[in-house]
């Protein structure tokens, strides 16, 4: 039963950053690897960044290394996305997931947050 709501999105700068927030209704966050993803204009969604359920381990796409980091407040049921360096191919819709159990992603989506970085 558990619902995910992105928020932080905007528009900002080449070179700025932003505070991405996965919100998550529920008492099993802390049981659940968490992601990020991002899906462009006309292209399909990828992958950014992954956490495990209590934050110990992360992977990044190699697009964001260096310069987006997750993580993520299980007692506020909460996924972040720290976004620095922006550049103007990291204008995408991002949407937050959860693995389920077996591993896989779960396959429903949220509306995402947009990001538009222009100058």
């Known amino acids: 039963q558990v619902q995910l709501v992105e928020s932080g999105g905007g528009l900002v700068q080449p070179g700025g950053s932003l505070r991405l927030s996965c919100a998550a209704s529920g008492r099993t966050f802390s049981s659940y690897d968490m992601g990020w993803f991002r899906q462009a204009p006309g292209k399909e969604r990828e992958f950014v960044a992954s956490?495990?359920?209590?934050?110990?381990?992360?992977e990044y796409a190699d697009s964001v290394k260096g310069r987006f980091t997750i993580s993520r407040d299980n007692a506020k049921n909460t996924m972040y996305l720290q976004m620095n360096g922006l550049k103007p191919e990291d204008t995408a819709v991002y949407l937050c997931n959860r693995r389920t159990f077996t591993g896989t992603w779960w396959p429903s989506w949220g509306q995402g947050t947009l990001v538009t970085v222009s100058s």
């Open positions: 956490i495990s359920g209590r934050g110990v381990t992360t």
